[in-house]
């Protein structure tokens, strides 16, 4: 069955990188757009990057725009997003979600299929 399993997640000070992968299995990625989300405490789910795996077009919230790049390597079934220059308002759990489409898109309820998550603390 289809599975997404984010890892990388962890506590970093301000200033900070770290770099989450989003292991797919279950299908072909490269059918697949794959975006990453986000959800602070007491926030609701934000979008912050997705790419499409077939061609590698991606699309970067405002937010993270310059300091967060999203990329794919579809021998190994994963996409990974690298997050530097992290700030304390990034602190959130972080979601990977998948799409049978082709399309750019960072609304939650377009997507297929979610992971569990990986909490992302930016904290001094």
């Known amino acids: 069955q289809v599975q997404l399993v984010e890892s990388g997640g962890g506590l970093v000070q301000p200033g900070g990188s770290l770099r989450l992968s989003c292991a797919a299995s279950?299908?072909?990625?490269?059918?697949?757009?794959i975006g990453w989300f986000r959800q602070g405490p007491g926030k609701e789910r934000e979008g912050v990057s997705c790419?499409?795996?077939?061609?590698?077009?991606?699309y970067y919230a405002e937010s993270v725009k310059g300091r967060f790049t999203i990329f794919a390597d579809n021998a190994k079934s994963t996409v990974y997003l690298q997050m530097n220059s992290l700030k304390p308002e990034d602190t959130a759990v972080y979601y990977c979600?998948?799409?049978?489409?082709?399309?750019?898109?960072?609304?939650?309820?377009?997507?297929?299929?979610w992971g569990q998550g990986t909490q992302v603390t930016v904290s001094s």
């Open positions: 279950g299908f072909t990625l490269d059918s697949y757009s």
């Open positions: 979600a998948a799409v049978f489409s082709h399309v750019l898109t960072v609304v939650p309820g377009q997507y297929d299929y």
């Open positions: 790419i499409s795996s077939s061609d590698g077009r991606t």
